[in-house]
Nanobody, 122 residues
Framework: QVQLVESGGGLVQTGGSLRLSCAASGRTFYAMGWFRQAPGKERNFVAAISSRGLRTYYTDPVKGRFTISRDNAKNTVYLQMNSLKPEDPAVYFC?????????????????WGQGTQVTVSS
């Protein structure tokens, strides 16, 4: 049974930073992705990282501000979010699948966490 548990969300001012964590258990993990979903909107890709962390990919709106990383010894993936903007608030989800492809669409991932809320105040 694969389990993903996100943490680290919260309230931060515009321009501030947060680090999200995704603790994984259940099997050896492959590529991991972060997605976000604002109320009434689709779930959108944010970033992905390969199994050993050698490859990463970001959606354009977060490039230069967000950094995805992983610590395989801890089975944890991180999303460091800097310079947060008013358009960043959402529930952030981590996800994984059974290959090392840096997928960007939700249907390409089989396993999901429950999400963590990120709120940005002006």
């Amino acid at each position: 049974q694969v389990q993903l548990v996100e943490s680290g969300g919260g309230l931060v001012q515009t321009g501030g930073s947060l680090r999200l964590s995704c603790a994984a258990s259940g099997r050896t993990f492959y590529a991991m992705g972060w997605f976000r979903q604002a109320p009434g909107k689709e779930r959108n890709f944010v970033a992905a990282i390969s199994s050993r962390g050698l490859r990463t990919y970001y959606t354009d709106p977060v490039k230069g501000r967000f950094t995805i990383s992983r610590d395989n010894a801890k089975n944890t993936v991180y999303l460091q979010m800097n310079s947060l903007k008013p358009e960043d608030p959402a529930v952030y989800f981590c996800a994984t699948n059974s290959d090392d492809y840096l997928a960007t669409r939700p249907y390409e991932y089989s396993y999901w966490g429950q999400g963590t809320q990120v709120t940005v105040s002006s």
